[in-house]
């Protein structure tokens, strides 16, 4: 060993000790024959003292920043004590030291605040992980699935490893493929998730399976998207949907336990799909506010059931008549912004990410009169009427957006998120869980006329909605009308876990009766070669015996990094991709060799 | 929930409950009136007990096996004990019952002794997982997978998650490759090992890492082989060889005590490459038995040092002096074999898979003669010799084979391995481990004149082996004398960790300097060119501080085969594939479409 201990415990209680630490020199700092140098390694920095007896070596063998060191000395009391840091009160004298191995000087510094771009630090991620943020993300990380595997393995799952070279069924999302030296002309491919095979398990009556596994999607990379990505990855059998959010709630609160050292002990709150789009805009709702979306014109289906005004909106003011949807939230305590702000915030949703055309306030003054930018088409009865439907109190701001239903719906939700943060109401350490639930089975997909799965096409529809399922033709008459289908009505056994307005987790129970199962990849327009040729295997274990069963996933780099207080899902990766899908550091993808090309039988076919 | 309790929880004590189980059918049996079920689930089997009552239920509803059932009734003492199963001294006297879902008439028996042929079981592998032999088997990998998880947690490890779409960098074995689509093209591989990337994060720090994690190799399959197949994985910095032992005996020593309830409290016995290869004939010798190879030609190297037996060995029989190599092992106790036996044996080292073209025996007989199969060579007093150098005592058997070098070594100890085996010497309940060490840094490519690295590229040579290293060319100018290079006698600093015959887990020190990396690279045949081409990245990390560092990794799956008794690693994974690489349960790999293709711009070049 090259050490006796870390450069993290020594203390006060060491005093006197001779130690051998090793580590990497943080700082250099001479004062006339003697000479300071923080060592730093995984579990903290501890200061050495280089005496006038080590001048002649240090001058033969000088120190930089980044150098490897090893270091041998007494613990000593410290003058000059650092009481940030827990070896703050002690040095060490040293005896003797040897250079382990030399640094070149880094390309930006090695601490929390870097002067290193993006781009450097990705190149060099080898040294950006040295930083503190960076290590503290990496070790949050750890511990939230060290947290989840004893959580789960308390309660009974299984690890049970599933395998990575699979089948290609491009279903949602698109596959990496491997082609297979061994049977020329044939592709594996990279699992998206592990679904089908811990229906398997479920079917073999593993019933508690869990696995923490990496899925693959090649998809086009947004900004906080990866090629590759973690899952907690879980599924059960004799379960319904209630067994599942109670012993996932509980995972989620045990990590906030073990990570965070939080108490949850409130019930974790639960809403549907449907008035989570109509009370926020988004089926991901951000609870530690309030401030939810008023839809004027259909005002019986949100929170504020008594106003009925959709009439009176219509009637005076064209644009809000012309208009498929008028939406409104009320700011509070922003009745006295300026016109500077409220020009501000106009062309804040105007702004091509947003798109609105504009919009209208009413101020809600704290006297009890009302100012708007729509005076000329209400008077302040017809405001008065508006914001007290909007849920306005004195002193608050309503802003109204209108135009196209989703759009508008879209929009208005941003601009609540917004104004919750200009607000200060996103509080960083406030943690808010809610199940979303509830949700449709399908979607309409347009271009093809025919349903896609909005979950995935293992879902179940609720009891009650499989009859339905069961006894309809899929097939869409009449596109315009898409709505009236049977199908469209159709509610999923499913359930997403949300917080602080990201989805963390979602699954579902599962379809486990052949025939429905069939029915469902009827519906998503595969023919029964087709249904045979991908999903043969899966149809053919529900023939016997398989047990009702259900499940769920979490992102766990998501999760890391919304429990981490960070936007950005690459900061807890240790070696992320960038947004072209490269691994810039080691520079990957890269060609391979015609040898390579000969073995696999393909070819580039480049356009 | 479906259940309230599980079928492998209720005995006496739960008299009188009323409960609810959920399982499958094991059996059915049918007395008159009354009929009696075998409920299974994950953890055990239940016996229901449908009375008078039920029978019309019964008819309307049959039972038949591994239907999934859902039972309702009271637990009652049995008047008919099963003592070999935890429940079996109660049986549920139901109330109801519900048929969750039918099955087919299973393929094969799901039992313990099953009639289901291997190619049957692997397309109906989620039938086969529900068989309690392979039910434990998963079981016990997850206790493998756990046990060392927490040992390494306890041991300040932390497990970091490297990434799967990497660099192509074939080396020793062929890396599958993944086509890229945002960089047409391009090729990410799938990693062999997370060797460079667990090398990076010693560099960053990181000072003890672990990951259990799947590696692929695209390599022709033998038996017991895996396209896919998973590691623990661990690199610590900061360390000598010492170090990694201690550490990695203590893993190991903790997984037999979680695990198998086994105190393994004996230090762990050590061997050099060479002395395993000269005493056992291979380099993961069982050493549960002795029966060492003595080699007569060169007995200097053996156990028996004190005779020196070469020149009588060569001087009287013309086939000892003109072979390469005569080896000798000593079989405890079987002086009294008959013909037909040592005839047996004969044929056994002259199939192909061994290759010799016969065999010498010496009966040591109780009464202190000798008996030979080559008695017209030598006389008695010399067989003595001969049988001495052996170290073979009265009543003992020495086989003898002579040849080419290498195959005679391996002929003699496959020799000894089946001998060990006849003699019940090889014991299935007990374990014993071994490190060897001191491997050859090299071996010899005869094909293209060069050096490979036995390990790996990035193991370490002795530290006294390092000069050598650098300051010699490693060009081999003269072929036929390549032993004579300098480069041939240099050790590795790496070890192997030997369990019961096999290789469990093997690792080394790495190299952590730049110089000696090119050094390394170079003498592999690679030019400056194509190292910064396919390590630049790692030789960059180098020169910014990298600490001393080494690790190892185990093979989880064939450490839990031995664990579990069995020769085949196959039944210790969930989904494994067959010797084509094929998962023929989901019949994978397979065809892609004409829009994968497209999309990924590549094509097929079928030969």
Same mark, same amino acid.
């Given at each position: 060993?090259?050490?006796?201990?870390?450069?993290?415990?020594?203390?006060?209680?060491? %005093?006197?000790?001779?130690? +051998?630490?090793?580590?990497?020199?943080?700082?250099?700092?001479?004062?006339?024959?003697?000479?300071?140098?923080?060592?730093?390694?995984?579990?903290?920095?501890?200061?050495?003292?280089?005496?006038?007896?080590?001048?002649?070596?240090?001058?033969?063998?000088?120190?930089?920043?980044?150098?490897?060191?090893?270091?041998?000395?007494? %613990?000593?009391?410290?003058?000059?004590?650092?009481?940030?840091?827990?070896?703050?009160?002690?040095?060490?004298?040293?005896?003797?030291?040897?250079?382990?191995?030399?640094?070149?000087?880094?390309?930006?510094?090695?601490?929390?605040?870097?002067?290193?771009?993006?781009?450097?630090?990705?190149?060099?991620?080898?040294?950006?992980?040295?930083?503190?943020?960076?290590?503290?993300?990496?070790?949050?990380?750890?511990?939230?699935?060290?947290?989840?595997?004893?959580?789960?393995?308390?309660?009974?799952?299984?690890?049970?490893?599933?395998?990575?070279?699979?089948?290609?069924?491009?279903?949602?999302?698109?596959?990496?493929?491997?082609?297979?030296?061994?049977?020329?002309?044939?592709?594996?491919?990279?699992?998206?998730?592990?679904?089908?095979?811990?229906?398997?398990?479920?079917?073999?009556?593993?019933?508690?399976?869990?696995?923490?596994?990496?899925?693959?999607?090649?998809?086009?990379?947004?900004?906080?998207?990866?090629?590759?990505?973690?899952?907690?990855?879980?599924?059960?059998?004799?379960?319904?949907?209630?067994?599942?959010?109670?012993?996932?709630?509980?995972?989620?609160?045990?990590?906030?336990?073990?990570?965070?050292?939080?108490?949850?002990?409130?019930? %974790?709150?639960?809403?549907?799909?449907? /008035?989570?789009?109509?009370?926020?805009?988004?089926?991901?709702?951000?609870?530690?506010?309030?401030?939810?979306?008023?839809?004027?014109?259909?005002?019986?289906?949100?929170?504020?059931?008594?106003?009925?005004?959709?009439?009176?909106?219509?009637?005076?003011?064209?644009?809000?008549?012309?208009?498929?949807?008028?939406?409104?939230?009320?700011?509070?305590?922003?009745?006295?912004?300026?016109?500077?702000?409220?020009?501000?915030?106009?062309?804040?949703?105007?702004?091509?990410?947003?798109?609105?055309? *504009?919009? %209208?306030?009413?101020?809600?003054?704290?006297?009890?009169?009302?100012?708007?930018?729509?005076?000329?088409?209400?008077?302040?009865?017809?405001?008065?009427?508006?914001?007290?439907?909007?849920?306005?109190?004195?002193?608050?701001?309503?802003?109204?957006?209108? *135009?196209? /239903?989703?759009?508008?719906? =879209?929009? +208005?939700?941003?601009?609540?998120?917004?104004?919750?943060?200009?607000?200060?109401?996103?509080?960083?350490?406030?943690?808010?869980?809610?199940?979303?639930?509830?949700?449709?089975?399908?979607?309409?997909?347009?271009?093809?006329?025919?349903?896609?799965?909005?979950?995935?096409?293992?879902?179940?529809?609720?009891?009650?909605?499989?009859?339905?399922?069961?006894?309809?033709?899929?097939?869409?008459?009449?596109?315009?009308?898409?709505? =009236?289908?049977?199908?469209?009505?159709?509610?999923?056994?499913?359930?997403?876990?949300?917080?602080?307005?990201?989805?963390?987790? *979602?699954?579902?129970?599962?379809?486990?009766?052949?025939?429905?199962?069939?029915?469902?990849?009827?519906?998503?327009?595969?023919?029964?070669?087709?249904?045979?040729?991908?999903?043969?295997?899966?149809?053919?274990?529900?023939?016997?015996?398989?047990?009702?069963?259900?499940?769920?996933?979490?992102?766990?780099?998501?999760?890391?990094?919304?429990?981490?207080?960070?936007?950005?899902?690459?900061?807890?990766?240790?070696?992320? =991709?960038?947004?072209?899908?490269?691994?810039?550091?080691?520079?990957?993808?890269?060609?391979?060799?015609?040898?390579?090309?000969?073995?696999?039988?393909?070819?580039?076919?480049?356009?």
């Amino acid at each position: 060993m090259f050490r006796t201990k870390t450069c993290g415990e020594l203390n006060i209680n060491n %005093v006197g000790e001779t130690v +051998t630490l090793a580590g990497w020199v943080q700082t250099v700092r001479k004062f006339g024959a003697i000479t300071f140098v923080d060592l730093r390694d995984r579990y903290g920095i501890t200061q050495l003292l280089f005496g006038e007896d080590l001048n002649k070596d240090l001058e033969a063998n000088p120190l930089g920043r980044e150098f490897v060191l090893q270091a041998t000395g007494t %613990v000593t009391e410290r003058s000059n004590k650092n009481k940030n840091i827990p070896t703050g009160e002690i040095e060490i004298i040293l005896s003797s030291f040897k250079i382990l191995n030399k640094s070149e000087v880094p390309p930006f510094k090695i601490e929390d605040d870097t002067d290193g771009g993006d781009d450097l630090r990705m190149k060099y991620r080898f040294l950006d992980l040295r930083r503190n943020a960076v290590k503290r993300n990496l070790e949050l990380r750890y511990a939230v699935g060290r947290s989840s595997r004893n959580y789960l393995h308390e309660n009974n799952f299984m690890d049970i490893e599933t395998p990575f070279l699979i089948k290609s069924t491009p279903e949602g999302a698109r596959d990496f493929v491997v082609p297979s030296r061994m049977n020329p002309g044939q592709f594996y491919a990279l699992p998206q998730s592990p679904q089908t095979f811990k229906q398997l398990l479920m079917v073999s009556g593993y019933d508690r399976y869990y696995q923490i596994v990496k899925c693959f999607r090649d998809e086009d990379l947004r900004a906080d998207r990866q090629p590759e990505f973690t899952q907690i990855d879980c599924e059960m059998c004799f379960v319904e949907q209630e067994d599942i959010l109670s012993m996932f709630e509980g995972l989620v609160k045990r990590i906030f336990k073990d990570v965070k050292g939080i108490d949850y002990n409130e019930s %974790v709150e639960r809403m549907s799909w449907e /008035e989570a789009m109509w009370q926020f805009g988004n089926d991901k709702p951000d609870i530690r506010f309030g401030m939810q979306l008023c839809n004027l014109k259909f005002p019986a289906h949100t929170f504020s059931t008594k106003a009925n005004i959709s009439a009176l909106i219509a009637a005076n003011f064209a644009v809000f008549n012309e208009a498929e949807t008028v939406i409104a939230i009320a700011v509070p305590g922003c009745s006295e912004y300026t016109r500077k702000q409220t020009d501000e915030l106009t062309e804040w949703v105007k702004r091509p990410q947003i798109g609105m055309k *504009g919009m %209208v306030f009413i101020k809600c003054n704290a006297d009890g009169t009302y100012k708007s930018s729509v005076d000329k088409f209400y008077n302040e009865q017809q405001l008065k009427a508006i914001a007290d439907a909007a849920g306005a109190k004195a002193g608050d701001l309503v802003l109204i957006l209108a *135009g196209a /239903e989703e759009r508008t719906r =879209k929009a +208005t939700s941003e601009l609540r998120l917004e104004m919750g943060k200009r607000m200060g109401m996103r509080k960083e350490n406030e943690f808010k869980l809610l199940w979303v639930l509830d949700f449709p089975l399908f979607e309409y997909a347009e271009e093809d006329n025919r349903w896609v799965a909005r979950h995935h096409p293992f879902t179940s529809p609720k009891p009650s909605d499989i009859d339905t399922m069961i006894s309809n033709n899929p097939a869409i008459e009449n596109a315009a009308e898409y709505l =009236k289908h049977p199908y469209a009505n159709i509610k999923a056994n499913a359930y997403d876990m949300v917080l602080n307005g990201n989805e963390i987790g *979602g699954g579902s129970i599962r379809i486990f009766q052949r025939e429905l199962q069939e029915k469902m990849f009827e519906a998503l327009g595969m023919d029964a070669e087709e249904q045979q040729h991908k999903f043969g295997f899966l149809l053919g274990a529900f023939e016997y015996g398989a047990p009702p069963h259900g499940g769920i996933a979490f992102g766990f780099d998501r999760l890391c990094s919304i429990l981490g207080g960070s936007e950005s899902i690459r900061d807890f990766i240790a070696f992320p =991709k960038n947004n072209s899908g490269r691994d810039v550091m080691i520079d990957a993808p890269s060609t391979i060799d015609a040898k390579q090309f000969d073995e696999l039988q393909i070819k580039l076919d480049l356009k």
